[in-house]
């Protein structure tokens, strides 16, 4: 199956819960937030969707112009970082910039992208916040693992809307 078109039986007596805003390709990274009530998805069709955790309820959905490998929600703020890339092998070796491989943070209610970090030399894999919201993680077919402090200017960060 190629995206989010499934049921599962989560409810006491079998009922089952369906999912019908699916991915139009595959899916490569599901994450809860910490609290437990949102989910996130990332797919090959370079989005990530987030859904009610309890009721699948699709709620919002983050574009990029490139494959999104992984995704997480912040545990103390608005926001959602995405991660992913062009695959290693249709990047020529002369232009890795070309492959587009920042982690990329978007504003969780508005779906619009707020920044962007560089750092990995090959598509990102996999992406974590850490559970106090002062870090993430990210690993990358680069063959490295970062762990990314936030400096002063993330928690001043405020919205203009």
């Known amino acids: 199956s190629s995206g ?7 409810r006491p007596g079998g009922e089952r819960l369906r999912v019908d ?5 595959l899916i490569k990274d599901l994450q809860l937030s910490k609290d437990r009530t949102m ?3 990332a797919s090959k069709d370079t989005t990530a969707k ?3 955790a309890k009721t699948f309820q699709f709620l919002k959905s983050y ?4 494959p ?4 997480a929600v912040s545990p103390i703020k608005h ?3 995405l991660g992913g890339g062009q695959e290693a092998m249709e990047v020529t070796t002369s232009h890795t910039k070309s492959g587009k491989f920042e982690a990329r943070f978007f504003h969780l209610i508005f779906e619009e992208e707020i920044g962007r970090v560089k750092g990995h030399f090959g598509p990102i894999n996999t992406l974590a916040f850490h559970p106090n919201g002062k870090q993430y993680s990210s690993g990358a077919e680069d063959g490295y693992v970062r762990i990314h402090d936030f400096d002063q200017s993330y928690y001043d960060f405020e919205y203009d809307f």
């Open 50 to 52: 987030l859904f009610d």
């Open 68 to 71: 999104v490998n992984s995704a």
């Open 63 to 66: 574009k990029t112009d490139r």
């Open 21 to 25: 805003h699916s991915h139009e390709a």
């Open 39 to 41: 989910l996130i998805t």
């Open 4 to 10: 989010i078109n499934a049921e599962w039986p989560l």
């Open 79 to 81: 926001h959602i970082l």
